[in-house]
């Protein structure tokens, strides 16, 4: 657990330090926002690259307080939940570090050469996001009931037999979505229609697994 915990330290803390690194040598102007057509319009200061990995710091704070709930609310199965909910906190605080970096690496270029038609932040993001919706879905099944995390439903809260069932169906149901995002967003699918691909399956992933978490109580209602 300990080393689960410095992993996570170090990604919420790396960005602010990797951007502190880089803010001598990015220029003065850099963009700060892109459109649905993967064009920047609106630009800031660099320091404004600031933000972000100040934003992380928080939402790692965020998460480390969920984890810490979520394994007091676990019962005998407090150290399971905690472990697997710092690992969708790591998983997510590797999202915005990916963000980070590449927010930072198109300022810099930017000063040089214009890369906003040639680097689409759309694709890139939605594949970070793919392959983190992979890990929590592989994470899902190991959750034991909580109040906090995992596919919580009136019906998956009724029993351990619907929870277990839920969550295994729900982590799977999330890895495929994940691999789906990667695939539509790297070889089909680009800036907007990247967006709305993605958005498009996670909506559709979350009903299909909120009804399927009611037909799982049911069935051990039958049982």
């Given at each position: 657990m300990k080393s689960m915990y410095r992993i996570f330290y170090v990604l919420?803390?790396?960005p602010l330090v990797i951007t502190l690194i880089a803010?001598?040598?990015l220029p003065d102007k850099v963009p700060m926002?892109?459109?649905l057509r993967n064009e920047i319009d609106?630009?800031?200061s660099k320091y404004e690259s600031l933000i972000l990995p100040v934003l992380v710091i928080g939402m790692g704070l965020f998460l480390k307080s969920m984890s810490k709930l979520a394994s007091k609310k676990g019962n005998q199965n407090s150290n399971s939940n905690e472990k697997a909910t710092i690992l969708v906190g790591i998983a997510t605080?590797?999202?915005f570090n990916g963000m980070t970096y590449i927010f930072l690496y198109t300022g810099y270029v930017h000063a040089k050469v214009d890369i906003a038609h040639?680097?689409?932040f759309y694709k890139i993001i939605f594949i970070f996001m793919g392959v983190m919706l992979i890990m929590i879905g592989s994470i899902m099944p190991k959750l034991k009931m909580n109040s906090i995390a995992g596919l919580r439903t009136t019906w998956s809260?009724?029993?351990e037999t619907a929870w277990s069932l839920s969550q295994r169906f729900g982590g799977i149901s999330l890895m495929i979505t994940g691999l789906l995002v990667i695939i539509g967003c790297a070889f089909v699918f680009e800036e907007i229609g990247c967006l709305l691909f993605s958005m498009g399956l996670l909506v559709l992933d979350s009903i299909?697994?909120?009804i399927y978490s009611y037909f799982a109580y049911k069935k051990t209602q039958n049982t």
């Open positions: 919420m803390f790396l803010l001598p040598i926002h892109y459109n609106r630009w800031g605080l590797m999202l040639t680097v689409d809260m009724k029993n299909v697994s909120v």
